[in-house]
């Protein structure tokens, strides 16, 4: 299988390198809707965000807004887009997963405009109530695993907090007056 | 048509209190101006579809598309800079998640997460929002054409935006790297020997004028090639550990 994104991070390719870590990589893109467009991609092969596990998420829209600082600040643009594709039919060349950051100046006369559709209530409607069933769940999967951690830290807090002011706080503050 | 006189003063008095504003104070002014704040607040009714501690996330009014989905953290930010780096990654960690329900239930053929930083990059709102757009095969959404750079211009600007970025990644990891350049010193004790303490101290000045001025890195790279191999090794040993050291900061 021919990945050109997993060609650049396994160094076969010449390519010009912005950002790199072990996880992660980020190029000057060739084929760019404005130059200084920079690709960034985890160095492992996923084809969609979906796929990409969460803590590589996390840390390459850290950098992804730091680049998009770095463009205003090298380039002097006065704005920036963050653009993920994520199959074919939104526009994806490579089947790598990877973010574009998009450096912007007035007058580039690049689009990334869409007309509004124009939709019937009940089709908003069902597709509101489809995508709340999926995100009540969302909200399920990630709170309790949060919410034991910070019982058993407060419990602890708790007792020494109390010990600590019937042995040391509480007396001093008695003595003073 | 007695109003008119009246506003004119107004809108004097206001922009001369504008200028007065501290930035502080001007957040708050925009925070108190912005719908999605308010849609955020429940005083704007909306169609939400996920909710967290930091986050919202709701349908678009003028969709794209059938599904189009906006998510917005619930603290007034204008721009993504201004967001600090550990809401970022779970702002998107969440669109991740999003885009998934979009494939899944909509079964769409594919989704755009995409974010507009700036008038000119076609922000609409004052509050920083992703968008998350259900794709289709032939929709013309987002459909920008692209152009060859030449290989001249992408050396020239990995070299400028790399040279930024490091600058900026380096200037917050610094405080916590400082212990780290010195324990590469000491690995490299036995190759140096007596020249150690001449040397050692040098070449730790050198490497920092050399993330923070840009310019300095030409005549840096040139030096190298005249420097002895042992200056050579202990550099490319200090930039790997600070690469790693930035990676471990944001795990």
Redesign the interface.
């Known amino acids: 299988m021919n990945c050109d994104y997993c060609e650049i991070s396994r160094k076969k390719v010449k390519s ?8 992660i990589i980020g ?7 404005f ?4 690709s960034l991609f985890p160095k492992e092969h996923y084809t969609i ?2 796929l ?1 596990p ?2 590589v ?7 992804a ?11 002097g ?16 060349k490579v089947p790598h997963f990877s973010v574009d950051v ?1 450096p ?3 007058g ?1 006369n ?8 124009q ?1 019937m209530d009940d ?2 409607d069902t ?2 109530l ?7 769940r ?2 399920i999967d ?2 309790p695993k949060k919410e034991e951690i910070k019982i058993q830290d407060a419990k602890t807090e708790m007792i020494l907090e109390k010990e600590g002011k019937d042995n040391y706080l509480l007396k001093q503050l008695n003595r003073r007056p | 048509m007695p109003e008119q006189p009246v506003t004119d003063e107004q809108r004097k008095a206001f922009e001369e209190k504008l200028k007065k504003m501290s930035p502080a104070e001007l957040k708050e002014f925009q925070k108190q101006q912005c719908i999605f704040c308010q849609i955020i607040n429940g005083k704007v009714p909306s169609k939400k579809i996920y909710e967290d501690d930091k986050c919202v996330a709701l349908m678009d009014i003028n969709p794209a598309a059938i599904g189009h989905v906006l998510l917005l953290p619930k603290e007034h930010y204008s721009i993504m800079p201004q967001i600090p780096d550990s809401e970022i990654g779970r702002l998107f960690v969440v669109a991740k998640h999003l885009s998934q329900s979009l494939l899944r239930k909509l079964k769409s053929e594919g989704t755009n997460i995409f974010v507009a930083n700036g008038l000119v990059a076609g922000q609409k709102a004052q509050h920083f929002m992703l968008h998350i757009i259900p794709r289709k095969e032939g929709d013309e959404i987002l459909n920008v054409p692209e152009h060859l750079v030449e290989l001249d211009t992408r050396i020239k600007l990995a070299e400028v935006i790399g040279n930024r970025l490091n600058g900026l990644l380096n200037n917050k990891v610094k405080k916590e790297e400082k212990p780290v350049v010195k324990k590469v010193v000491t690995d490299v004790k036995p190759i140096l020997e007596k020249k150690l303490p001449e040397i050692a101290i040098p070449v730790i000045k050198e490497e920092k004028k050399d993330k923070i001025t840009p310019a300095t890195k030409k005549n840096k790279t040139k030096k190298k090639f005249l420097v002895e191999d042992t200056e050579e090794e202990i550099e490319t040993k200090k930039e790997d550990v600070g690469l790693d050291d930035i990676a471990n900061l944001f795990r």
């Open positions: 010009e390198i912005v950002y790199e870590d072990d996880l190029v000057v893109k060739d084929m760019a809707t130059p200084g467009q920079i965000i979906e990409v969460n803590p998420v996390d840390r390459i829209f850290q950098i807004n730091k680049i998009s600082i770095a463009l205003f600040e090298s380039l643009v006065q704005g920036t887009n963050i653009i993920v594709q994520n199959g074919t039919a939104a526009g994806q998009v912007r100046k007035d580039d690049l689009n990334f405009q869409w007309k509004t559709k939709l089709e908003m597709a509101y489809m995508l709340k069933e999926e995100g009540d969302l909200f990630k709170e």
